[in-house]
């Protein structure tokens, strides 16, 4: 949301940059615009760009957007706690993804393993299509990102059981990627977009309805109550006001990826970061001088 806030209300050239986001469906295929040059800034998984410079891509993370795992867990209302839904079912996504790293995350925090639940794989037709699948199949939990909440609790009857992102698992799922050879060639571009991204986080926590107007029309999804909820949840629990991307975060990505890439078992995450932008812009107090503190 701050990235198209940030073209429709103008901070990109009020920065001094001429910005046109773009929507290009998938990571994969998100990333391969990036290193062709066809896209300057990618705001995507971060753990696709770690993927992706594991396997040679020339890609760095220089902010964030979504620190953290922005995901619930609902049940159906039998279900007390994390540990009753050993030997159950969970609906997920497909294997790799971010809902499926929450689930694995978030399982080892509370002393369970992945193989203690049995889940069943939706491939396509995100949240709509997980709660379908959880309503014909009768299973016990499904996981879930913001804008199904409000669907959950009251079209399907579920209850909350985990509130992700309060369990604080260090994890980046949302970040900005560039080429190094980019962010080297042109640092200024980089520092600018990075500058005009933060002061759009505050601008767009500052202009809830217009915000929310802007999402509605991007997105061509005029529910008011996703729209609402999405806002709301992002704007209260996720959004950083400093978009230092976090090393905790990307070792966790590095553990992850190693299941299928054990090389990133030789890496460290500072090989895949560079908060000096970020840095810049706190050290000269632009960040204060957004916050008023």
Known sequence: MPVIVAADAGLYPTYGLQAEPILITGSPNTIKALVANEVQFAIVGAAASVQSALGGADVELVA???????????????????????????????????????????????????????????????????????????????????????????QFGLKLLVDVIKERIPYEAATVAVSRGYARSHPDEVLTFVRALTASVKYTKDNREQAIQIYKRYTKNDDDTVANETYDYYAGSVWPRDLVVNEDGVQTLLELAAQSIPAAKDHKPADFIDNSFVKKLSDEGFIKQLYGA
Do not use: C, H, W
């Open 64 to 154: 964030t957007l979504a620190p953290g795992l922005a995901f619930r867990v609902y049940s159906q209302p039998q279900i007390g706690s994390l540990q009753e839904l050993k030997g159950k079912r969970m609906v997920e996504s497909i294997r790799g993804t971010d809902p499926d790293f929450a689930i694995q995350l978030l399982l080892k925090k509370n002393g369970m393993q992945y193989s203690d639940l049995q889940y069943v794989n939706v491939q396509e037709g995100g949240d709509p299509a997980r709660l379908q699948a959880m309503k014909a199949s009768n299973a016990e939990s499904v996981i879930l990102a913001p804008g199904s909440f409000t669907v959950a609790e009251k």
